[in-house]
């Protein structure tokens, strides 16, 4: 196999999240394999508490257990100095990013009972279409949230953190359309454009006046099939 012949290769790969779960099972079949990495960074935020992993660790030699919770800036940079003292002269050949966690979540608080009243009421004149006339969730969200268009993108590429953020906003605006199709709530997301404020800054071609007078009309003019889309302020369709 291929992938086998790359892993033998590989003078080193860390894995974090690897108390247990794909991370263990990474660590586990990279070391017990024929085609074990030189060195193999365990990462766990409680080392101490993965068992699993100690076990592992004691049986292979190039198993090398580090404390690292991947959401503690100070934790990142002490598990950095760590690896750079165990890997002094090559670097890290492979870094696998596994670590996560799966929260769920709905809205079935605060504001979605108004919301759902609203929309049992009906739009202008009772009307049973969507409409923000009826009860509509608005995201304002950002082209930078779009994966396709991310290559255009440039002037933003270190914006991770937020790009990562709008691109999440997105499926959760996704998510909420097709949650609450059923009572009649349109959902959706826009790009109100690169507008002069404190975020934008001064090189923004828009002002907040322009952004907003046709942010404001598209979401006037929203309609049934406007319903988990992704628009521009001035209309256009986004790709996600
Ligand atoms: P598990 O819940 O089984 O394991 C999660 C791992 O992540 C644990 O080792 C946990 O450590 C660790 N972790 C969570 N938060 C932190 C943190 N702040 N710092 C360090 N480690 C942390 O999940 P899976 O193994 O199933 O998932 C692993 C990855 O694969 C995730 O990124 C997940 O999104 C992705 N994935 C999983 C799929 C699946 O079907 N399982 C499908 C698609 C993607 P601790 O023991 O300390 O809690």
């Known amino acids: 196999m ?17 108390s247990r779960g794909l991370g263990l099972q990474i660590v586990e079949s990279l070391a017990s394999g024929g085609f074990s990495p030189g060195k193999i960074v365990a990462t766990a ?5 993965a068992q699993k992993l100690q076990e592992l660790a004691s049986k292979h030699s190039n198993i090398h257990v580090i404390a690292l919770d991947v959401v ?19 670097g890290l050949n492979c870094l696998i990013n596994n670590a996560g966690i799966s929260v769920s979540a709905d809205f079935n608080t605060a504001f979605l009972p108004l919301l759902r009243q609203a929309a049992s009421r009906g739009g202008a004149g009772g009307s049973r279409s969507m409409s923000i006339q009826r009860a509509a969730v608005i995201n304002i969200s950002s082209v930078l949230g779009s994966l396709e268009l991310n290559w255009k993108a440039e002037t933003f590429n270190k914006w991770y953190p937020y790009k990562a953020s709008k691109c999440a906003l997105n499926m959760v605006s996704r998510c909420m359309a097709l949650d609450l199709e059923a009572d009649g709530i349109l959902c959706m997301a826009i790009h109100p454009g690169w507008v002069r404020t404190d975020m934008g800054g001064c090189e923004a071609p828009l002002s907040p006046e322009e952004s907003i007078s046709s942010t404001l009309s598209v979401i006037g003019g929203l309609t049934e099939k406007d319903h988990g889309s992704f628009l521009d302020y001035t209309g256009e369709v986004l790709p996600w």
Do not use: D, M, W, Y
């Open 2 to 18: 291929s992938g086998a012949v790359n892993f033998k290769e590989c003078g080193s790969v860390l894995v974090t999240g690897a």
């Open 45 to 49: 935020r409680n080392p101490e508490r």
């Open 72 to 90: 503690s800036q100070e934790s990142i940079e002490k598990a950095a100095a760590e690896v750079t003292q165990l890997l002094p002269e090559h």
